[in-house]
């Protein structure tokens, strides 16, 4: 896959060069912001989802979040919320929902068991191993009819949310 070998080219000048400048480009973005989104949008192999994730909350104590399944703007705002909760003090937990009175959706807040599969770039950035990756917190979403994939009938199916630690980039 073209993004697992970029992350394992390091001999390559242009490739050096090109990680300096997103490296450089991505830490100005989290020094401004607390924060940044990383965005990767449907795999080269069948079945592999797009997916977001935050760079940035580690740094601050906490895990980073994923949310899988959705467009790049959906995945912006789902995750620039939560990750502005986070950077300012509120700490998520695993089984939590998160709910707004401006929002009828709903997020429920899972482990991300396999995390070193998945937030490459934050891996890449923190300077850890996959084996000892930045945790992270998948944000599962409901349907438009309220239901969340671990019920029954739920209409989207694994394709369009797949369960964490079932998937990666």
Not at 83 to 106: F, I, K, N, Q, S
Not at 145 to 154: I, L, R, S, V
Request: glycine share 12%.
């Amino acid at each position: 896959m073209l993004r697992r070998t970029l992350w394992r080219m390091t001999s390559d000048p242009q490739t050096i060069a090109w990680l300096d400048q997103e490296d450089a480009h991505l830490a100005q973005t989290i020094r401004a912001h607390r924060w940044a989104v990383q965005y990767v949008g449907e795999g080269e192999q069948p079945g592999e989802p797009a997916f977001g994730y935050t760079i940035g909350l580690f740094g601050l104590g906490h895990p980073e979040v994923v949310v899988v399944g959705v467009g790049a703007g959906t995945a912006h705002a789902m995750l620039g919320r939560v990750a502005g909760m986070v950077a300012d003090g509120r700490d998520l937990v695993a089984g939590e929902l998160l709910t707004w009175p401006d929002h009828e959706g709903r997020l429920v807040v899972e482990r991300l068991p396999n995390a070193g599969e998945v937030l490459l770039a934050a891996n890449r950035f923190y300077e850890r191993p996959a084996e000892y990756s930045v945790p992270a917190y998948q944000l599962t979403w409901d349907h438009a009819d309220g239901m969340f994939p671990w019920d029954d009938g739920y209409p989207c199916g694994p394709e369009c949310q797949p369960r964490p630690g079932t998937w990666r980039a």
